[in-house]
Nanobody, 127 residues
Framework: VQLQASGGGLVQPGGSLRLSCAAS????????IGWFRQAPGKEREGVSV???????YYLDSVKGRFTISRDNAKKAVYLQLNSLKPEDAAVYYC??????????????????????WGQGTLVTVSS
C-alpha cells in the first residue's frame, strides 16, 4: 500500500482544513489508518486512528475538533480539522497497519504499531 497525505495549508486560528490520505495501489479495507503529526523541534505525536471496523480514537487535545472518517470505495481516509489552534501546526502523516491498534491513556494511537507511512502534509496555523 502506498499512502499519500494531502490537504494541508495555511489557515487562521479557528479555521478548518480537511486532510486526505489516499492509497494509490490498493484498498484500505484491511487496514487501520492513523494520523500523526510532528511540529518542528517536537516529537511525533499520534492524533487519531480509525480501525478496520470503523472505531475511532482521538488525542485528548483534539477531541471535539477533529473528525476521522474513511471511504473504502474511494480508498481514502479523511481527517477534518476544525477550530484550529496554533499548537496544531505540524506536518501531518497518515499511516496504515494490520496490527492490533493500541491506544494510549491520552487517546493517541501508538506509532510503533503502524508499518506503512505516507509522506506528510504541512498544516500552518497563523494569523
Amino acid at each position: 500500500v502506498q499512502l499519500q497525505a494531502s490537504g494541508g495549508g495555511l489557515v487562521q486560528p479557528g479555521g478548518s482544513l480537511r486532510l486526505s490520505c489516499a492509497a494509490s495501489d490498493s484498498t484500505l479495507d484491511d487496514y487501520g489508518i492513523g494520523w500523526f503529526r510532528q511540529a518542528p523541534g517536537k516529537e511525533r505525536e499520534g492524533v487519531s486512528v480509525i480501525s478496520r471496523g470503523g472505531s475511532t480514537y482521538y488525542l485528548d487535545s483534539v477531541k471535539g475538533r477533529f473528525t476521522i472518517s474513511r471511504d473504502n470505495a474511494k480508498k481514502a481516509v479523511y481527517l477534518q480539522l476544525n477550530s484550529l489552534k496554533p499548537e496544531d501546526a505540524a506536518v501531518y502523516y497518515c499511516a496504515a497497519t494490520q496490527n492490533p491498534i493500541q491506544i494510549r491513556s491520552d487517546g493517541a494511537p501508538v506509532a510503533e504499531d503502524f508499518t506503512l507511512w505516507g509522506q506528510g502534509t504541512l498544516v500552518t496555523v497563523s494569523s
